[in-house]
């Protein structure tokens, strides 16, 4: 059993990172397409920064706060 899981241990993990990627590159897309973000600068930033900055338009979308969304917006447009 445990000659098993050390077998099936590194693929386990890839997928974990795979999938971790494929969720913070969907999160990318997601504000390049809905707030025509440049997708180069968006790469600078880590996953949890951009998880960070995805949550705070959110916010501010609720808040209806069209000059707040601006300034969250502006430094990432081209």
Do not use: H, N
Request: include cysteine.
């Amino acid at each position: 059993m445990t000659i098993l899981f050390l077998l099936l241990s590194p693929a386990l993990f890839a997928l974990f990172w795979i999938v971790r990627f494929q969720i913070c590159s969907a999160r990318r897309r997601r504000l390049v397409d809905t707030y025509g973000i440049d997708s180069k600068k968006l790469r600078k930033l880590s996953c949890r920064e951009v998880t960070k900055l995805r949550k705070q338009i959110e916010e501010l979308e609720e808040k209806k706060d069209a000059f707040g969304l601006e300034s969250a917006v502006r430094p990432y447009r081209p």
